[in-house]
């Protein structure tokens, strides 16, 4: 998957500036695919030039003009062909792994209070998710097609934590029975 598509599905249901497109990676799409503010813009400007989006200025009063993009049909046909491709296995570039994985280098104290921490983010991460679940779907089967379809994205993230959760609880307490270093 490149960053275009995130953006073209960002861009499917809404109008964004590059900033609120920006914020909204952020907020949603960026807790499964990670871009800078810059990479966004220049993305955003290649979009442009593919005939897959189409801005507008608005001018705003006190303020610079803003300009927002919308998908074309061009963009959405690009995205529909996307969708319907075989998607490859994804590999796992997870530090946290690497770090496991030649853990034996160093006292497994340290290692278990990495992993500690670690699993306090994904707890944190696990408890945004959950108070996005809580506060937007309110019962899936009552809403809308667009938004059963990100509340399985959200389903995903909240399974991803909380698989972490029970891996980093696994091997916390599997070192801490290994003999001492």
Known sequence: MSLSHAILASLSDNTYSGYDLAKQ???????????????????????EEAKFINSQEIAQEGRPNKRVFSITETGKNHLRKWITEPTELSTTK????????????????????????QRYCHQERLTVYKGIEHQFVRDVNADSREVRY????????????KEWIAWYEETINFLAELPED
């Open 94 to 117: 997870e530090e946290i792994l690497i770090k496991v994985f030649a853990g034996h280098l160093v006292p497994k104290t340290k290692l278990i209070q990495e992993l500690e921490h």
């Open 25 to 47: 990676f952020d907020g949603s799409v960026g807790f499964f695919w990670k871009a800078t503010h810059q990479q966004i813009y220049r993305e955003l400007r290649k979009l």
């Open 150 to 161: 990100k509340y399985l994205t959200l389903r995903r993230g909240i399974r991803f934590e």
